[in-house]
């Protein structure tokens, strides 16, 4: 209650003295993207865990041939705070693990976690030229090609950088990057046409495991509408 003696704007101009602006304001979140797991999956469980109001809009593709044309780069998904847009992924990712602590200390830290994140996004990028391929007889080939000599050494590799990590992607603790991984985990087994990803890799199931255990993650799961594709 403001004293009688104190005028209201005097009032409220020593509240804004001791109050943090980014408490004065609300900031307006919105999340853009299909109603599948894809390469959204992990800004919605980032924002998810950190406890940050979002509003989780799922783009139907009637309202995507309007939406398109007025993105950052005609593709989702975007991340829109009081109205500006932001897109790409990891960017994202990467801006919420700094905005909610869970990116590195040092500039050398913040490597680390590109770094690995980076070749997570290599295997997905080799997964998904041969899931795209719309020539189905090239597509068998290039997927028994890429299962013999691509698959191995990246899968080993990334499951040996999980382990050095005490099974995270980075930093061995909890980061940005962990929730890349979880995020677009069903997908990459999709695009891999590898069922049983996870127990030839059990380091990738302890990772997924270990985000989805949250609480406030597991709350989402159980919310989540039911998506148009299984990854």
């Known amino acids: ?13 020593s509240l804004a003295s001791i109050v943090k602006p980014e408490i004065m304001k609300m900031t307006k979140t919105k999340f853009y993207y299909f109603n599948i797991r894809g390469l959204g999956e992990s800004c919605r469980l980032m924002l998810t865990y950190t406890g940050e109001e979002f509003e989780d809009h799922r783009v139907g593709m009637e309202e995507w041939k309007e939406l398109k044309p007025k ?56 997964a998904a030229a041969v899931h795209y391929e719309n020539d189905e007889t090239v597509k068998a080939k290039k997927h028994e090609d890429f299962s013999k000599n691509v698959y191995p050494a990246m899968l080993n590799k990334l499951d040996e950088i999980i382990k050095q ?53 597991q709350d989402y799961v159980s919310k989540l509408p039911t998506p148009v594709y299984n990854f």
Not at 85 to 110: F, M, P, V, W
Request: aromatic fraction near 12%; glycine fraction near 8%.
């Open 1 to 13: 209650m403001v004293s009688c003696g104190m005028n209201r704007d005097v009032f409220l101009s």
């Open 71 to 126: 993105t950052v780069f005609g593709q989702l998904p975007i991340l829109e705070v009081d109205g500006k847009q932001y897109a790409q992924s990891n960017a994202i990712c990467r801006y919420l693990g700094r905005k909610h602590g869970l990116a590195g200390d040092t500039i050398e830290e913040d490597l680390i976690i590109d770094q690995n994140v980076d070749f997570l996004n290599d295997i997905r990028i080799k």
């Open 165 to 217: 990590n005490n099974g995270h992607l980075a930093l061995g603790k909890l980061t940005w990057g962990d929730f890349v991984f979880a995020g677009i985990f069903l997908y990459l087994k999709t695009m891999l046409q590898m069922p049983d990803l996870e127990e030839k890799y059990p380091s990738f199931k302890k990772l997924y495991d270990t985000v989805f255990s949250f609480p406030k993650i």
